[in-house]
């Protein structure tokens, strides 16, 4: 357990069983770690200073939205600037990370 930003450098460190599944599409490139879970889709992105890590987040967000949910790229940006959640994920090494957060309920329905 730690707060977000990771502001000490450690958290409360415990072992635990976990199932993690990754997807591989070859031949498509992305810049910065996606993630995905039941509410949302999110982006990772680590730089200094800490606004070049939110903007990288946030620049990849809309990129996946233009892609793979069919918005318009002023669409997604104006959108992404609603409702996206940003989670300043750490700031302790020498790279800080946000991550993006925009919620599935905004997504387009899937066919």
């Given at each position: 357990?730690?707060?977000?930003?990771?502001?000490?450098?450690?958290?409360?460190?415990?072992?635990?069983?976990?199932?993690?599944?990754?997807?591989?599409?070859?031949?498509?490139?992305?810049?910065?770690?996606?993630?995905?879970?039941?509410?949302?889709?999110m982006v990772a992105?680590?730089?200094?200073?800490?606004?070049?890590?939110?903007?990288?987040?946030?620049?990849?967000?809309?990129?996946?939205?233009?892609?793979d949910y069919g918005?318009?790229?002023?669409?997604?940006?104006?959108?992404?600037?609603?409702?996206?959640?940003?989670?300043?994920?750490?700031?302790?090494?020498?790279?800080?990370t946000v991550v993006?957060?925009?919620?599935?309920?905004?997504?387009?329905?899937?066919?």
């Open positions: 357990m730690q707060g977000e930003g990771e502001v000490a450098g450690t958290g409360l460190e415990t072992t635990m069983d976990v199932t993690l599944q990754f997807g591989l599409i070859k031949d498509k490139t992305i810049d910065w770690p996606r993630i995905e879970d039941d509410e949302f889709i992105g680590s730089a200094r200073p800490l606004i070049d890590a939110f903007r990288l987040a946030h620049v990849e967000l809309i990129e996946w939205l233009e892609t918005f318009d790229r002023w669409e997604a940006y104006q959108v992404v600037s609603q409702v996206v959640e940003a989670t300043v994920a750490n700031i302790v090494d020498p790279q800080y993006a957060k925009f919620p599935k309920r905004y997504l387009p329905p899937t066919e």
